[in-house]
T-cell receptor
Framework: DAKTTQPPSMDCAEGRAANLPCNHS???????VYWYRQIHSQGPQYIIH???NNETNEMASLIITEDRKSSTLILPHATLRDTAVYYC?????????????FGQGTILTVHP | ETGVTQTPRHLVMGMTNKKSLKCEQH?????MYWYKQSAKKPLELMFV???????ENNSVPSRFSPECPNSSHLFLHLHTLQPEDSALYLC????????????FGPGTRLTVL
């Protein structure tokens, strides 16, 4: 599976957009980009995933560069409850069950 | 609400005890997973079950014994654990699809004395 690189920590003011970057320069053509977050001592929460196109759901937007070597997760209006560890993961989806390798992620702290 | 439940949420056991962790998913998924998350470490995949068949065992010690009686239930039987096995144990499920998105339960916080 491709590796990802994320900044260890980021800060964001409440109400502002949080933009979390991720590099995945060795991603393969059939690999998806997944984003999860984990609030302290809870199970990871699925946020969004994408293959090539940008995606948006009720939680966030995912912007994937045209060469697919990097992506950005956007939380449009961050709240204090968005403080968590955010994981960017690449994986081949249905062809390889369980092959989601979690790294250290980005600790996002949202300030009042 | 994740649709994946785990019991118990907290467990304290001695090294000679035998206990079981339970996971149940209400999402109609066919694949289930056990992960381990030790303090300050990333999640580590332990086992994968696909349609009740074990398809992955990531060199997990035999003191951890999984059981998947059907696609909705997954157990992790524990015996003669070590203090270093203290961790958050997470269950997840997914369904065969192109993206195979996994959904996690809240976890069981295990402490081995």
């Amino acid at each position: 599976d491709a590796k990802t690189t994320q900044p260890p920590s980021m800060d964001c003011a409440e109400g502002r957009a949080a933009n979390l970057p991720c590099n995945h320069s060795t991603i393969s053509g059939n690999e998806y980009v997944y984003w999860y977050r984990q609030i302290h001592s809870q199970g990871p929460q699925y946020i969004i995933h994408g293959l090539k196109n940008n995606e948006t759901n009720e939680m966030a937007s995912l912007i994937i560069t045209e060469d697919r070597k990097s992506s950005t997760l956007i939380l449009p209006h961050a709240t204090l409850r968005d403080t968590a560890v955010y994981y960017c993961i690449v994986g081949a989806g249905g062809t390889s069950y369980g092959k989601l390798t979690f790294g250290q992620g980005t600790i996002l702290t949202v300030h009042p | 609400e994740t649709g994946v439940t785990q019991t118990p949420r907290h467990l304290v056991m001695g090294m000679t005890n035998k206990k079981s962790l339970k996971c149940e998913q209400h999402l109609g998924h066919n694949a289930m997973y056990w992960y381990k998350q030790s303090a300050k470490k990333p999640l580590e995949l332990m086992f994968v079950y696909n349609f009740k068949e074990q398809t992955e065992n990531n060199s997990v010690p035999s003191r951890f014994s999984p059981e998947c009686p059907n696609s909705s239930h997954l157990f992790l039987h524990l015996h003669t654990l070590q203090p270093e096995d203290s961790a958050l144990y997470l269950c997840a499920s997914s369904t065969p699809s192109a993206s195979d998105t996994q959904y996690f339960g809240p976890g069981t916080r295990l402490t081995v004395l």
